[in-house]
Structure formats: C-alpha cells, structure tokens
C-alpha cells in the first residue's frame, strides 16, 4: 500500500463547479500535511497547509481528519486557472507526497 | 529572495556520460532535498541533505547515484554513467527546518540519448 493515496483522477469540471480531493495516508505517526499543485512540466508550489481545525484560503478549504487518516482539499467556484494537478503531502520522518490527482476545468 | 535556483534547466546526456545537476537553497534554508519525476508518475524523494551532511538518502538508487551539500557553494546531485531510465525531471527543494513547508526549484530535465 503506498503511504500516501490519492483520487486517481482526472476530474474534468465546467468553470464555476465545486470540486473536492481525497486523501489518505497510512503513516499514523504524519505530523503536518499540505496540498501542493503542480503546472505541466512545472515545479510543485505550496498551496496550502492542513490543520486539524480545518483551514481556508478564498475558494480553497482543507480538512484533517487524523482519526480517519483522512485529508481533504475543496475547491469552490473553480476557475480555468485551477487546472493542475494537486499533490497531498504527508510529513512523517520526511515529506511524502501523493501521486496526484489532475484537475481541468473546462470552460 | 531568491527562490530556489537549479540550473541547468536542460540536460542532454549520452548513456555513460556524468550528469551532474546543481541545487541553491533559498538564503536562509539550510534543508535540501531532492526528489525525482518519471513522466505522468509522482514525486519521488531521492536524498535529504543538511550542510555538509547526508541525513536520509533512503530513496537514492544504490550505485551511481550521488549528492552532496558542500560547507560553501550549490548541493550537487551526480548520476554517473547514466542510462535511459535515468531520464526524468529532478526537482531540489530547501526548506529553513524540517517540518516546514517546501519551496521547489524549476527542476532539471535531463534526457538521456
């Protein structure tokens, strides 16, 4: 079982919908999480961190559920620039990121 | 502030030449990783590097697979005699402490013909 699993993808959406991620990571001892997104043939940049009491950022909204093992990043009111490929990450001993979940938006 | 600078952005190796990719931290990070990309596959981490010292290289290929973070001057990730498999996107990443979120560098294509 790999230690951190995504939605396999892709999620292909009309502009404007709501779009949610899902995340599950198996190393009970994961202290931080973060979602991170990835351009084509661009470099990951951070999107955001996790908190257990959940956290929003505009259209974006994370949830931790450590109970579950379970991380979560929606999206609102999805716009064509949110097309990318969204990477959860979970830091144990080091960070591990998920192998993706690729998101378009479609017009 | 500089982000974090890997250069080159391109490389182009025949099988059994060196590749040798380059990695500054951002100023002020001491911490420095390097994960490889396979095409359409994810981030693998590779080696996790502190001034001068190696901490975690768990995900480093056993042979010809090298890396280094030098008291002065960029990290240095070196693959002799690379073959084809080799090929792939290295990104190198610096963070100021370990829990702390990643900042990536544009990362190195390197193509082996």
């Known amino acids: 079982r790999k230690e951190v699993e995504q939605d396999p993808g892709p999620f292909n959406v009309p502009e404007g919908a709501t779009v949610a991620f899902n995340c599950t990571y198996s190393?009970?001892?994961?202290?931080?999480f973060f979602w991170y997104r990835q351009d084509c043939r661009k470099e990951p940049k951070l999107l955001m961190s996790v908190y257990s009491s959940g956290n929003e950022d505009g259209r974006f909204t994370a949830q931790l559920n450590r109970a579950s093992q379970y991380i979560s990043l929606l999206i609102r009111d999805s716009k064509l620039s949110d097309s990318a490929t969204y990477l959860c990450v979970a830091y144990g001993q080091n960070f591990v990121f998920g192998p993706g979940t690729r998101l378009s938006v479609l017009p | 502030n500089a982000g974090v600078m890997q250069n080159p952005r391109h490389l182009v190796r025949r099988r059994g030449q060196e590749a040798r990719l380059r990695c500054s931290p951002m100023k002020g990070h001491s911490h420095v990783y390097w994960y490889r990309q396979l095409p359409e596959e994810g981030l693998k981490f590779m080696v996790y590097l502190q001034k001068e010292n190696i901490i975690d290289e768990s995900g480093m290929p056993k042979e010809r697979f090298s890396a280094e973070f030098p008291k002065e001057g960029p990290s240095i990730l070196r693959i002799q005699q690379v073959v084809r498999g080799d090929s792939a996107a290295y990104f190198c990443a610096s963070s100021p402490s370990r829990e702390e979120g990643y900042t990536f560098g544009s990362g190195t294509r390197l193509t082996v013909v």
């Open positions: 190393n009970s001892a994961s202290q931080s």
